[in-house]
C-alpha cells in the first residue's frame, strides 16, 4: 500500500514551453500533497504544499505564477512548469500524506526529471 | 538554514557491517522523525519512522535510536548489503504541522 506515482517519469522540452507533471496516490486518498525540487546530490527542497480544493501555499522565494499547482482531488495533483527556461531543469519529486498507521506518514513519487533545452 | 542536521557525510561499509548515520536537530516541536532511503533517479522511499515516546524502533535489519535529551536520533543499519548502497535522508516534522525539515543526506556505500 501507500504507493504514489508520477507521471511523466521524464521530459524534455524546449525553452518557452510549458510542462505539466501528475502526481497520484493510487492506493490511498491523500489530504495534502507536496512538491519537491533536487538538485544533483543535494536535499530535497520544498517548493509548495496544497490541500485538496484549496490554493497551493508556495514557500518563499518559489514563483506561484511560474509553477502551477492544481490539487483537484484527494488522489491527484499536477505541478505545471509554465514558460520552461534550461535553469528549470531538475528533479522534481511529489509526495503525499496518508493516515496510514497512524503516523501521518509522507510518501515520495519517483520523480520527473524535467530537462529544458 | 539547517533544521536537522545529518553526519557523516558519506559512509563506506563492509559487506555485514553495521552503517551508523546520525541527525541531531534544534527545535522541541519536532514530533516525528522518519528516514528515508533514495537511489540514484528514484524518488525517497520511507524506510522507518520514530515519534519521541520510544527510544528505539526496529524493522528488520533497520533500527532508529531516538535520545530525546540529546535531541539526537540514529539510523542503523545491521549486517550492510551492497543493495542498501544508497542516499539516506532524516527528516522531522514539527507537531501540528505538514512541513517535514530534512537533513542534507547521507551517501551510504556497501562494499562486498
Known amino acids: 500500500g501507500a504507493v504514489v506515482s508520477q507521471h511523466p517519469s521524464w521530459v524534455i522540452c524546449k525553452s518557452g514551453t510549458s510542462v505539466k507533471i501528475e502526481c497520484r496516490s493510487l492506493?490511498?486518498?491523500?489530504?495534502?500533497m507536496f512538491w519537491y525540487r533536487q538538485f544533483p546530490k543535494q536535499s530535497l527542497m520544498l517548493m509548495a504544499t496544497?490541500?485538496?480544493?484549496?490554493?497551493?501555499?508556495?514557500e518563499q522565494g518559489v514563483e506561484k505564477d511560474k509553477f502551477l499547482i492544481n490539487h483537484a482531488s484527494l488522489t491527484l495533483s499536477t505541478l505545471t512548469v509554465t514558460s520552461a527556461h534550461p535553469e528549470d531543469s531538475s528533479f522534481y519529486i511529489c509526495?503525499?500524506?496518508?493516515?496510514?498507521?497512524?503516523?501521518?506518514?509522507?510518501?515520495f513519487g519517483p520523480g520527473t526529471r524535467l530537462t529544458v533545452l | 538554514q539547517q533544521q536537522v542536521k545529518q553526519s557523516p557525510q558519506s559512509l563506506i561499509v563492509q559487506k555485514g557491517g553495521i552503517s551508523i548515520i546520525n541527525c541531531a536537530y534544534e527545535?522541541?516541536?519536532?514530533?516525528?522523525f522518519p528516514w528515508y532511503q533514495q537511489f540514484p533517479g528514484k524518488g525517497p522511499a520511507l524506510l522507518i519512522a520514530?515519534?519521541?515516546?520510544?527510544s528505539e524502533k526496529k524493522e528488520g535489519r533497520f533500527t532508529i535510536s531516538f535520545n530525546k535529551s540529546a535531541k539526537q536520533f540514529s539510523l542503523h543499519i545491521m549486517d550492510s548489503q551492497p543493495g542498501d548502497s544508497a542516499t539516506y535522508f532524516c527528516?522531522?516534522?514539527?507537531?501540528?504541522?505538514?512541513?517535514?525539515?530534512f537533513g542534507k543526506g547521507n551517501q551510504v556505500v556497501v562494499i562486498p
Open positions: 520514530i515519534r519521541p515516546d520510544v
Open positions: 509526495s503525499a500524506r496518508s493516515r496510514l498507521g497512524g503516523y501521518n506518514e509522507q510518501f
Open positions: 527528516a522531522a516534522r514539527p507537531r501540528g504541522n505538514n512541513r517535514l525539515a
Open positions: 492506493d490511498f486518498q491523500a489530504t495534502t
Open positions: 527545535n522541541t516541536a519536532f514530533d516525528y
Open positions: 496544497s490541500n485538496e480544493g484549496s490554493k497551493a501555499t508556495y
